[in-house]
């Protein structure tokens, strides 16, 4: 079991003191409650808490799903959205919306009553730093989704105030300012780090990170540059960031305190400890501890993306002539048969593995792919996996079945092996904490922020640290397929980058929308399997670049008309 940070424990003693998720607050009194410096950290530590709740943070890597790396089904792989059959009543929309609000609201609790408590003055300013950073992260979120929102602040007294909750919905520009002034607050009040035992708590690293990605969502290349600089390069203070030497170590218990983690939901699990994310139930398989659902899957053109080990472009037909418009050829080169478990035909494995093992090392380490193996959990023991691309494969037989019966690749990244030595003992609360903003991420958004500013030769040095940390050739390096020479060719190579480094961890739905492609790569498109068979037709239409308000949300307070467009 990992060892527990205090962030998790104040989370565990602030649940056994009051419900979390009761609003308003009416199991604690604030008259007995917020007195002292122990009980403001505590308070605090609730909102961290709420980061992990599905709505929230929880379900963050399903997004992808919504991209054209990614596909899902049911509600935690965002069916409804893939399928465009969602409404302002789905669940999917309603509940986003509510437990935004719900962290929102827990933040402002926070702050209103640790702002006139007799404690501190630093400790009190770095609390409220705090609950102001993770508002901040919040409403930035949802205004990425839902564009123009209502803004309320640590004024509202919800023991007063919760049935007359009537604000407007204030201009996108305007919630940004709001979120860049609590972010201002958070760099000046937070400290650099905290002791070993306060880990995972937001810092003024994470801060400036944060500020710098809502510069680069809103075009403002110097502050995102500024901000990225800041923390990548020690402007004026020494922040220690570095990427992970080893890339699929990151995303297991063994990165969990890494240097290249900025800010990363803190989880945890094992017998009493409740208190993880559902990695292992959505993105796991029937193989996976708990018999999980793999809701969340990677895309058959995820994984053509990888490139060669050297740089250049993958293309199946270099290894199986017609396979990218025959399916009888893909057929051919990837399926198996197989009786109660016994391999009746099988492909040239070699071959594939070969295929396999010399394309960009990120790929063997964010996916299972065909005939590959994994440390799966059956019979309430260890069993070696492997994924098997046919009829009939069961777990019981030692392989790796999709819970819809498709051939797809599937998930290795933040997917528990085994039972991770006794960490893991609910399939919901899976104990390797995952990250909201990471140095690997930072990097690239620097990049971008360079190309976007015509500073070409820097954008190039910050995108290939990324590609280097993994083993891939730097661009411009020899080869002409590593050539960059515009502005143009860095942004395709900036979103060629993103894709591949961060699989999984739910950002590329939002990368797509700011760069005006979500559209392009979604609308009428056939999600395909590996042998080529139809899934899924994503239903995408323009107005969905915006989610619509709750209908219910309007019902209650009318001044959140007008509806986002053409809902």
């Known amino acids: ?53 599905e709505a929230t943070f929880g379900l963050q890597f399903s997004y992808d799903g ?34 935004g609000y719900d962290l929102i609201q827990r933040c402002n609790h926070a702050i209103a009553h640790i702002q006139p408590m007799t404690i501190d003055k630093a400790k009190q300013e770095g609390f409220i730093a705090e609950a102001k950073f993770l508002r901040a992260l919040m409403y930035f979120q949802l205004t990425n989704l839902y564009g123009a929102l209502p803004i309320y602040d640590e004024t509202v007294d919800l023991n007063k105030d919760f049935a007359d909750l009537k604000n407007s919905r204030s201009s996108v520009e ?3 300012k709001f979120i860049l002034n609590d972010l201002n607050y958070a760099i000046e009040k937070l400290p650099v780090s905290y002791d070993a035992k306060y880990y995972g708590r937001g810092t003024k690293g994470a801060a400036y990170a944060l500020r710098g990605k809502v510069a680069l969502y809103n075009k403002d290349w110097a502050g995102a540059i500024r901000d990225f600089e800041e923390i990548v390069y020690n402007k004026t203070n020494t922040y220690g960031y570095s990427l992970n030497t080893s890339y699929s170590a990151l995303f297991t218990m063994d990165g969990d305190q890494s240097p290249e983690m900025i800010f990363a939901i803190q989880n945890m699990g094992g017998t009493g400890f409740p208190y993880g994310m559902p990695m292992a139930f959505y993105m796991g398989t029937r193989s996976t501890f708990g018999s ?99 009829t009939g494969v069961n777990e019981n037989f030692g392989q790796i079945r999709n819970n819809r019966g498709w051939y797809t690749y599937l998930w290795r990244k933040f997917v528990p092996e085994g039972n991770l030595k006794g960490a893991i003992t609910d399939r919901a609360h899976t104990p390797i904490n995952f990250p909201i903003i990471r140095l690997g991420d930072v990097l690239l958004m620097l990049s971008e922020a360079y190309n976007e500013s015509n500073q070409l030769d820097k954008a190039i040095t910050e995108l290939n640290k990324v590609r280097t940390r993994s083993k891939m050739p730097a661009l411009n390096s020899g080869s002409s397929f590593l050539a960059v020479g515009s502005k143009a060719d860095m942004s395709k190579r900036i979103q060629h980058e993103r894709a591949v ?18 559209e392009s790569v979604s609308k009428d498109y056939i999600e395909k399997s ?6 899924v037709t994503r239903g995408y239409q323009s107005r ?24």
């Not at 209908?551 to 007008?562: D, H, S």
Request: hydrophobic residues 35%; contains cysteine.
């Open 544 to 567: 969905h670049k915006l989610w619509p308000i709750p209908g219910q949300e309007i019902e209650m307070n009318p001044a959140l008309l007008p509806q986002n467009q053409d809902w």
């Open 174 to 176: 305007d919630v940004n």
């Open 292 to 390: 999980d659902w793999n809701n969340c899957m990677p895309s058959t053109r995820l994984a053509d993306r990888y490139e060669n080990r050297d740089g250049s472009p993958f293309n199946w037909n270099d290894y199986f002539p017609n396979y990218t418009t025959d399916n009888a050829v893909k057929k051919q080169a990837m399926e198996s048969t197989q009786s109660g478990g016994t391999l009746t035909k099988v492909p040239d494995t070699a071959k594939l593995r070969q295929i396999y093992a010399n394309r960009d090392p990120r790929m063997n380490q964010t996916l299972i792919v065909p005939y590959s193996h994994y440390l799966g959990w059956n019979a309430n023991k260890e069993r070696d996996m492997q994924l098997i691309l046919a």
């Open 530 to 535: 590996i042998t080529g068979d139809n899934l």
């Open 66 to 99: 919504l991209t054209d790396i990614g596909l899902g089904y049911d509600p935690p792989g965002l069916g409804e959205v893939i399928s465009g059959t969602f409404t302002d009543r789905s669940l999917i929309i309603v509940d986003r919306w509510q437990a």
């Open 1 to 53: 079991m990992k060892k527990i940070s205090l962030l998790i424990a104040g989370c565990i003693a602030l649940s056994s003191c009051y419900k979390l998720d009761t609003t308003p607050y009416s199991q604690v009194s604030a008259s007995t409650f917020w007195q002292n410096e122990d009980q403001a950290l505590a308070g605090v530590l609730g909102c961290y808490n709420d980061l992990k709740k």
């Open 501 to 518: 480094e961060l699989a999984g961890e739910g950002w590329r739905y939002f990368d797509l929308k700011r760069w005006n492609l979500l």
